[in-house]
C-alpha cells in the first residue's frame, strides 16, 4: 500500500501525485485500478448525500462510506476528512475523532481544515499519537459561512498569512498539505517552500499533486466548482440507459 513516506519521496523525486475522492466500495475499487496514489473520503461527500453543503455531515455518516471505501482499496493511501465540529472543539476531541477513522475504518490518515494556533497544537499532538494528518488551507469548504466559497489568498496580506499557516502546519508535523481555490503564484511559492507535497484543486499546475471531487470528474454532480474539470458526463449517460430501459419496459421489448 501507498504510504505518506512514499507521497514526500514522490515530491523529491518530481512525480506529480494523483489524488481523487471516493464515497463507496465500487468508486473506490475503480479509482485504486487506474492507478490513483491518494483516495480521499472528503467531507464533500456531503453533495453525493444531498446536503447543501459540507456542514451536516457526520463522523458515523463519514465512517459508514469510509469503511466502504477502504473495502475497495489495495493500493492507494485512503485519507479521511474529519467534518465540521468533530475535531475543534478539542484536541481531546480530535484524537478520539481520527482514531475512530483509523481504528474503525482503516484509514491510514485523516484531513482537517485550517492552520490557526489551536488547531496547530491539535495536529502536533495527533501526530505525537501515531496519527497521520494532511493539511488544507486557502479555500475552507467548513468556514463557507464565513469565506463564502471564493477563492482565497488575492491580496497580499491574504496570501501571506496562508503562506505562514503552510508553513507552520508542516512545522507541525502534516505529511502534505491540500491547497484550495488559491492564485496559482501562491501555490508555486508554498510548494517551493515546503518539503512536503502541496496537493491542489482550483490552485494551478504547480503543487506536487492535483485532487478533484470525483463526482465534478465524472459529470455525476449538478454542479461544479469553477476549477474543476468534468470529463465525462455519467449525469447525462444514466439518465439515457434508464430511459432506453423504461421505453423498452413500456413497448414490452425488454426482457427480448
Ligand atoms: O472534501 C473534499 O473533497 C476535499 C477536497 C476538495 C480536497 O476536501
Redesign the pocket.
Known amino acids: 500500500m501507498t504510504t505518506t513516506q512514499q507521497l514526500i519521496q514522490y515530491k523529491q523525486q518530481g512525480r506529480q501525485i494523483v489524488?481523487l475522492?471516493a464515497w463507496d466500495y465500487v468508486i473506490a475499487q475503480l479509482l485504486d485500478a487506474a492507478g490513483v496514489d491518494l483516495i480521499?473520503v472528503?467531507?464533500?461527500?456531503a453533495a453525493v448525500l444531498g446536503y447543501e453543503t459540507?456542514l451536516p455531515i457526520t463522523l458515523d455518516e463519514m465512517l459508514y462510506h469510509a469503511k466502504a471505501v477502504r473495502r475497495g482499496v489495495k493500493q492507494a493511501l485512503v485519507v479521511v476528512?474529519l467534518p465540521f465540529l468533530t475535531y475543534q472543539e478539542s484536541t481531546q476531541q480530535a484524537i478520539h475523532s481520527a482514531g475512530r477513522a483509523l481504528k474503525e475504518a482503516g484509514a491510514q490518515a485523516v484531513?482537517l481544515?485550517g492552520g490557526y494556533p489551536a488547531m496547530l497544537e491539535t495536529i502536533a499532538r495527533l501526530v505525537q499519537a501515531g496519527i497521520p494528518v494532511m493539511g488544507?488551507v486557502g479555500l475552507t469548504?467548513q468556514s463557507v459561512h464565513q469565506i463564502g466559497l471564493r477563492k482565497q489568498g488575492k491580496t497580499e496580506d491574504a496570501a501571506q498569512r496562508i503562506l505562514n499557516e503552510a508553513q507552520a502546519l508542516e512545522q507541525a508535523g502534516v505529511f502534505s498539505i491540500?491547497l484550495?481555490h488559491i492564485p496559482n503564484e501562491l501555490a508555486l511559492e508554498i510548494t517551493k517552500k515546503l518539503s512536503i507535497p502541496t496537493?491542489g484543486?482550483g490552485a494551478g499546475v504547480h503543487c506536487d499533486g492535483q485532487?478533484l471531487?470525483t463526482s465534478d470528474l465524472l459529470g455525476l454532480s449538478d454542479k461544479q466548482p469553477p476549477f474543476a474539470k468534468v470529463y465525462t458526463n455519467l449525469r447525462e449517460m444514466i439518465v439515457n440507459a434508464v430511459q432506453e430501459f423504461a421505453g423498452e419496459v413500456r413497448e414490452r421489448k425488454f426482457p427480448g
Do not use: F, Q, R, Y
Request: glycine residues 6%; charged residues 25%; aromatic residues 0%.
Open positions: 489524488a475522492t480521499l472528503g467531507d464533500s461527500m459540507t476528512d484531513k481544515e488544507h469548504p491540500v484550495e496537493i484543486i485532487v471531487v
